[in-house]
């Protein structure tokens, strides 16, 4: 089966950093266009960073160059750098592989309907 374990999360003060990670398992994690998502309490979930086969990132606007994701095929690990961290980050953190999508839409930056989610991770920052 699928799966997708988070790590990392905690809470930091305005302007620290976390480094969260995410496990796959289940499928071809080296084939697969993963990303991490979050979502604050009555807030839609929300793209935050994507990572496509060859490696390459998109971020959201909101990342403003604070964010690096990675991955690690060999690993099968996905890896949210995230630096400068303001109380808007407060959320719970997700990582997700995407399963299928419309033409235009592969390994973009926005909900994924179609995608196997992680249980998520907690980020929390105070000010």
């Known amino acids: 089966q699928v799966q997708l374990v988070e790590s990392g999360g905690g809470s930091v003060q305005a302007g620290g950093s976390l480094r969260l990670t995410c496990v796959g398992s289940g499928f071809l994690y080296s084939s697969a266009c993963v990303g991490w998502f979050r979502q604050a309490p009555g807030k839609e979930r929300e793209a935050v960073a994507t990572?496509?086969?060859?490696?390459?990132?998109k971020y959201a606007d909101f990342v403003k160059g604070r964010f690096t994701v990675s991955r690690d095929n060999a690993k099968m690990t996905l890896y949210l750098h995230t630096n400068t961290l303001q109380p808007e980050d407060t959320a719970m953190y997700y990582c997700?592989?995407?399963?299928?999508?419309?033409?235009?839409?592969?390994?973009?930056?926005?909900?994924?309907?179609?995608?196997?989610w992680g249980q998520g991770t907690q980020v929390t920052v105070s000010s």
């Open positions: 990572v496509d086969t060859a490696g390459r990132p």
């Open positions: 997700a592989r995407q399963r299928e999508w419309v033409p235009g839409d592969y390994c973009t930056v926005k909900m994924w309907d179609a995608a196997d």
